[in-house]
């Protein structure tokens, strides 16, 4: 396959078609089937990245998964958020990330902050 730019779908297909034989067998680094391999790979992902970006998911959403994953309770976030009510109200959308919070989260937890700083929904309680 002649290596050049892909820019639509039917070129996608014929990109991912041309390195699958490539993952069951990655070829030898330095010969040319891995330099073809290597290449092809940057264009799909250019490609993918243009055309089906993921976007960052919602902040109280990437706390919520890294306390999952790091098995964290709630009391386990107040050095970055502050007493129990506060994260509370947090974890529920009763109140946003302050700057504070934000870089405490992304020093201790590792959680990026360009994801911590989206905007949330944050709940209004209706009267």
Known sequence: MEIKPIHNEVEYKAALKAVSPFFENEPKLGSSDADFF???LTLIESYEAK???IDLPDPIEAIKFRMEQSG????????????????SEVLNRKRSLTISMIRKLNSDLG??????????????AVK
């Open 38 to 40: 290597e290449i092809m």
């Open 72 to 87: 964290l309770a709630p009391k386990d976030l107040q050095p970055m958020i502050g007493k129990s009510n506060r994260v």
């Open 51 to 53: 055309n089906f970006p």
């Open 111 to 124: 959680i990026p902050a360009e994801c911590l700083i989206k905007p949330t929904r944050v709940s209004v």
